[in-house]
């Protein structure tokens, strides 16, 4: 059915003339789905069903689509007006719908706790807890917090992980946690590491240096040289937080900037509007449908933006450039009676201002959809649905890859409460070569990854391989030699009717293997634990290619001159220029092999020898 729907409206499409206009895409109720334009109404068209151009909406839509409608305009610029309209009138799913997020960030400390953190919420609540902020710009507030981390060692998992550890985590192990969870803290000093925090965030930094520099001081005398250089540390990290401030210009220019931070159908939009060269007020929005690219997300969140905004000033700076450059500025230019110059910088103080305004936006995606309690929902749920013994706090995926057996190679990436830590990400050379052995060189990858682990007690909560039943049965086996009780489970891609693996999820959904010999548990489609897993699976998978790709171009540029010890990179030179390929000099004297490389007989010898077995 789907197939012969998607015909028919391929035909349709064809039929369409080369006109510029707008086209309505509509589900079996007739509802509309999504408003585009287009300068070629039936190029654009027709590209939806020929499969797609890459943007990641196309392929979602396709499931729905029943019917488009189109709209003629006589130029692209009353399109662009006209999509404009439309999209604020229908409000499509599809289409970007800019709601500001008034819910800035606070930072809740509960002092009843026994053991209190510092946790981030967006609305006080009527309690007894102590409050702090709220912060509009949300890159100040993770620098605030990290200072935080540095100096004390507060705990920072939320209670559902707290009480369901079984050993300190990663924060335990690089010394920002003093490990309650786990071990015996003094409830007096960590009340005071709580005090502490408490004068940062009052911004009463001075009177804690003071104390620290005095710790310092006293470790000295004491030869507790390690712990001297802890405090000092820790009192520069102070210092620095004390001295910075965050000046824009001083040539009093004004601008906004828009900066978008996207991770598959989740994006956050961060605003900063400069004016008089300071930065004066900070906007974030955020979307979790998102289907459009990020093009056309930034082309639509300005559109919407000025259409309510009081000013407009002559200079806007994108994050992406939008895909109709000309006939934004000419509508902002005609919306503000002046020019308006929209700019995508490389360098200079927009592009500054442009990492600003990003790194804003990565905080607040951070903190509305990768916050604390929404990764613990999905551990939660993990734990649930794989049996694990603990909610896991670091999962680590690890994958193979190699071209028939040639180039084997491996890796490993780390997520961290749903993060990727990526100074933690792993490579790994297989001894596998010749040999397309995949159980194999899971059952190597897990072995090394698990003993160093051992070695250095650092091990993760779950471990994930791609793959199923056979390679899950080889990364237990590496397991069990090494006599761990490590959570290890198999994720295996969906697969098409045919059986070739694909990452549509048309047919046969994702599934996990937690035993070689029992079913799979199948994932749901759109689930956060599901898009979790499959991000985390996806990760690795890229990780390992390009890894893979630089070993083969590596592989490529080496011959049978290299494997010559006292041969190197100049007299190779030498030899390929002189010669010009491996076949004459093959067929050269030795003399003039070695007059050619300049090196003495014996050498030449040797590679004679060589060239002659090759």
């Known amino acids: 059915m789907q197939k012969e729907r998607l015909k028919k409206l391929k035909l349709e499409a064809s039929r369409l003339p080369e006109l510029p206009g707008v086209y309505l895409m509509k589900n079996a109720e007739g509802k509309i789905l999504y408003i585009g334009k287009a300068k070629n109404l039936r190029a654009r068209v027709l590209n939806y069903f020929q499969g797609g151009d890459g943007r990641h909406h196309v392929s979602f839509l396709m499931h729905h689509v029943c019917s488009f409608d189109r709209i003629y305009t006589d130029t692209e610029k009353q399109a662009f007006l006209l999509e404009r309209d439309l999209i604020t009138k229908h409000k499509p799913r599809y289409n970007i719908r800019l709601k500001d997020d008034k819910s800035y960030l606070s930072i809740r400390i509960d002092m009843e706790a026994q053991w209190p953190r510092l946790e981030l919420v967006r609305r006080r609540a009527n309690d007894s807890a102590l409050y702090f902020g709220p912060y509009a ?4 507030l993770r620098t605030l917090l990290e200072v935080i981390k540095r100096v004390v060692p507060l705990r920072t998992c939320s209670d559902v992980v707290f009480h369901n550890r079984q050993r300190p985590c990663l924060e335990y192990q690089i010394k920002r946690c003093a490990g309650p969870c786990c071990l015996e803290v003094d409830y007096h000093q960590y009340r005071g590491w709580i005090k502490q925090a408490i004068s940062i965030l009052e911004g009463k930094a001075e009177p804690l240096i003071s104390v620290l520099e005095s710790n310092m001081e006293q470790a000295s005398e004491d030869l507790r040289f390690e712990d001297a250089a802890s405090y000092r540390d820790k009192i520069e990290v102070l210092k620095n937080f004390s001295r910075h401030r965050y000046a824009v210009s001083s040539g009093g220019e004004s601008r906004d900037v828009f900066a978008l931070y996207r991770e598959e159908r989740y994006a956050a939009l961060s605003i900063l509007q400069v004016r008089d060269g300071r930065i004066s007020d900070n906007k974030n929005y955020t979307f979790n449908e998102l289907e459009i690219s990020d093009e056309e997300a930034i082309e639509g969140a300005v559109m919407q933006y000025y259409e309510r905004a009081a000013v407009i000033p002559n200079e806007v700076i994108l994050s992406f450039e939008p895909t109709d450059l000309s006939i934004l500025e000419d509508y902002l230019s005609e919306k503000r009676g002046e020019k308006v110059n929209i700019l995508h910088p ?160 048309k047919n046969t959904p994702e599934r996990v293997f937690l035993i070689p010999q029992g079913e799979p548990i199948e994932l749901q489609e759109g689930e956060i634990e599901t898009l979790f897993l499959t991000r985390i699976r996806d990760e690795v998978h890229d990780y390992v290619i390009k890894f893979h790709r630089k070993r083969r171009q590596q592989s490529a540029k080496k011959s049978i001159i290299d494997e010559v010890s006292g041969i190197g990179p100049e007299r190779k030179k030498r030899l390929m220029r002189g010669f010009g390929s491996i076949k004459k000099m093959r067929e050269a004297e030795l003399n003039e092999l070695a007059k050619v490389g300049r090196m003495p007989l014996a050498l030449a010898e040797k590679l004679k020898a060589k060239l002659h077995k090759a």
């Open 137 to 140: 710009f949300s890159y100040e």
């Open 346 to 505: 490389h360098r200079g103080i927009r592009f500054r201002l442009l990492g600003m305004a990003g790194l804003n936006a990565k905080q607040h995606f951070i903190g509305s959809f990768r916050s604390e309690e929404r990764y613990e929902q999905v551990a939660v749920r993990l734990a649930k649905l794989f049996k694990l013994a603990q909610v896991p706090r670091r999962v680590e995926c690890i994958d193979i890859s190699h071209l028939q057996g040639s180039d084997t190679v491996g890796a490993l990436v780390s997520f961290f409460d749903g993060n990727p830590d990526k100074p933690r990400y792993r490579h790994y050379k297989l001894t596998q070569e010749g040999k397309p052995d995949d159980f194999a060189s899971i059952y190597e990858v897990v072995f090394r990854r698990l003993k160093r682990g051992i070695e250095q007690e650092d091990l993760p909560d779950l471990l994930i391989v791609d793959g199923g039943k056979g390679q899950l049965a080889s990364a237990l086996k590496a397991r069990e030699e090494l006599g761990l009780a490590l959570e290890i489970v198999a994720l295996a891609k969906a697969r098409d009717t045919t059986g070739a693996k694909t990452r549509s999820f």
